[in-house]
């Protein structure tokens, strides 16, 4: 059974620009969640994906957008960067929609630095 | 609205030593509760959580936590610390039967001495 994995591993954008990373879940997960992870700090809920529509979002900007494709691996694309944008982003995978207690399986992470 | 304050940013043990990580919530509605470890450059791992049912839940590596209400709390515990038990340690809540927005803690860091 193949975990959840995250590309690219580490990645290098100046503002303005624009980044997709990608995540492909866990074989038979259908629900994807990304998370924003700054230095020093618990990772921040960006959005979920469930059966390729969007099913709940944090606090993060419009610029933050995600799909999710028909084999369940998604994309996190942020548009614009700013410098605070630099984090950790993680991506989990999890069975279904089985509600908010169910358990999430994450991937390595990208790095992104903005500079 | 939901909170986690995970008390100590580092705690640092001795080889053998209780180990105990503090997590208090703040939640408008019941709550879920976990505890993610997280090694240098990797991902989150699960630990435990509580949903529903008995309030000490047993976990993975020998870690245990006790929900309870009346302090809204929820810590983490083990008997004894190995040394590969050092990484980051997070709490989060999330609303029982609620939208799913999972609140994290800012973690707290494991150090274990020889």
């Known amino acids: 059974e193949t975990g959840v994995t995250q590309s690219p591993t580490h990645l290098i954008k100046t503002r303005g620009q624009q980044v997709t990373l990608r995540c492909s879940s866990q074989?038979?997960?259908?629900?994807v969640s990304w998370y924003q992870q700054a230095l020093g700090q618990g990772p921040q809920f960006i959005f979920q994906?469930?059966?390729?529509?969007?099913?709940g979002r944090g606090n993060f900007p419009p610029r933050f957008s995600g799909l999710q494709f028909p084999n369940y691996s998604s994309e996190l694309n942020v548009n614009a960067l700013e410098l605070d944008d630099s984090a950790l982003y993680l991506c989990?995978?999890?069975?279904?929609?089985?509600?908010?207690?169910?358990?999430?399986?994450f991937g390595p992470g990208t790095r992104l630095l903005v500079l | 609205a939901q909170s986690v304050t995970q008390l100590g940013s580092h705690v640092s043990v001795s080889e053998g030593a209780l180990v105990l990580l503090r997590c208090n919530y703040s939640s408008s509605v019941p709550p879920y509760l976990f505890w993610y470890v997280q090694y240098p450059n990797q991902g989150l791992q699960l630990l435990l959580k509580?949903?529903?049912?008995?309030?000490l839940v047993k976990g993975i590596n020998g870690f245990e936590a006790e929900f309870k209400k009346s302090e809204t709390s929820f810590h983490l515990t083990k008997p004894s610390a190995h040394m590969s038990d050092a990484a980051e340690y997070f709490c989060a809540v999330s609303d029982a039967g609620g939208s799913y927005i999972p609140t994290f803690g800012r973690g707290t860091s494991l150090i274990v001495h020889p």
């Open positions: 989990a995978s999890s069975p279904g929609t089985s509600g908010s207690g169910e358990t999430q399986y």
């Open positions: 994906y469930y059966r390729e529509e969007e099913n």
């Open positions: 509580y949903t529903t049912g008995a309030t």
């Open positions: 074989s038979g997960h259908n629900t």
